[in-house]
């Protein structure tokens, strides 16, 4: 939740869009992820032994370095 004393960023839509364009552009999409508390906990412990410098990080290398696809 975000104070009213805290200023807009008024470029966050424009930004959002242009990446969503940038994705498209290449074939990608955003995608809505729902974890239960197990999993974000999982990939708390992966963000901290470096696998990947934040969630989005560690889901995307996992996905590169999947070999049985």
Do not use: C, F, W
């Not at 809505?32 to 889901?59: C, F, M, Q, Y």
Request: proline residues 4%.
């Amino acid at each position: 939740m975000t104070s009213k004393n805290t200023p807009k960023d008024p470029t966050a839509a424009k930004r959002t869009a242009a990446l969503v364009k940038r994705l498209q552009d290449d074939g990608g999409k955003r995608m809505p992820l729902n974890l239960d508390g197990e999993r974000t906990r999982k990939l708390d412990k992966l963000v901290k032994l470096g696998v990947g410098a934040n969630h989005s990080d560690v889901i995307r290398r996992l996905i590169d370095d999947a070999d049985y696809i």
